[in-house]
T-cell receptor, first 111, second 114 residues
Framework: NAGVTQTPKFQVLKTGQSMTLQCAQD?????MYWYRQDPGMGLRLIYY???????DKGEVPNGYNVSRLNKREFSLRLESAAPSQTSVYFC??????????FGSGTRLTVV | AQSVTQLDSQVPVFEEAPVELRCNYS??????LFWYVQYPNQGLQLLLK??????LVKGINGFEAEFNKSQTSFHLRKPSVHISDTAEYFC????????????FGRGTSLIVHP
């Protein structure tokens, strides 16, 4: 099925460890996004990529880096994980203004 | 910059009753408006959107929303809910002429009781 695929679905990290969350879309969308979702906070934008080769910071970029590898793939990296980064992470993609398509999420726990 | 306020964090309702989930926004420019639904342990799914034209927008699963520019609202309604409508609902707004990056509300949890 066409859509946004995120890996892994679950991850437990120790404080200070690093990891990369992977995201790929097969809808030929130009723009891709990374959000985190915390209880009572809604979705907060971490980073986005308006097109291949460009990335920009969102509302909460500290502690994260991103790579837009090609038009399909947009990865999120935690260099040194902290307990405050325990969250559910969603990748999304968009074409024009017609709403986002979201992945199913990565549930990350940092202990 | 824009903001979104979802006035209710939780809405309990009985099956087959009508429901309204409230959303107000603020923006200094023209906007596009969206409602998304999130079922447990899943990503968000687009329910409906308002871009232009008719202020009454129909979406999937029998939901509809009405854009009211004077009241800066975009309330979501369903005349008769089912148990399967139990989910988290998010309102989102984006400016119509810029980056299209939406601002999300904090969500309303719809709980449908039998």
């Amino acid at each position: 099925n066409a859509g946004v695929t995120q890996t892994p679905k679950f991850q437990v990290l120790k404080t200070g460890q690093s990891m990369t969350l992977q995201c790929a879309q097969d809808m030929n969308h130009n723009s891709m996004y990374w959000y985190r979702q915390d209880p009572g906070m809604g979705l907060r934008l971490i980073y986005y990529s308006a097109s291949e080769g460009t990335t920009d910071k969102g509302e909460v970029p500290n502690g994260y880096n991103v790579s837009r590898l090609n038009k399909r793939e947009f990865s999120l990296r935690l260099e040194s994980a902290a307990p405050s980064q325990t969250s559910v992470y969603f990748c999304a993609s968009r074409t024009e203004a017609y709403g986002y398509t979201f992945g199913s999420g990565t549930r990350l726990t940092v202990v | 910059a824009q903001s979104v306020t979802q006035l209710d964090s939780q809405v309990p309702v009985f099956e087959e009753a009508p429901v309204e989930l409230r959303c107000n926004y603020s923006s200094s420019v023209s906007v596009y408006l969206f409602w998304y639904v999130q079922y447990p342990n899943q990503g968000l799914q687009l329910l409906l959107k308002y871009l232009s034209g008719s202020t009454l927008v129909k979406g999937i699963n029998g939901f509809e929303a009405e854009f009211n520019k004077s009241q800066t609202s975009f309330h979501l309604r369903k005349p008769s809910v089912h148990i399967s409508d139990t989910a988290e609902y998010f309102c989102a707004v984006t400016d119509s002429g810029g980056s299209y990056i939406p601002t999300f509300g904090r969500g309303t949890s719809l709980i449908v009781h039998p």
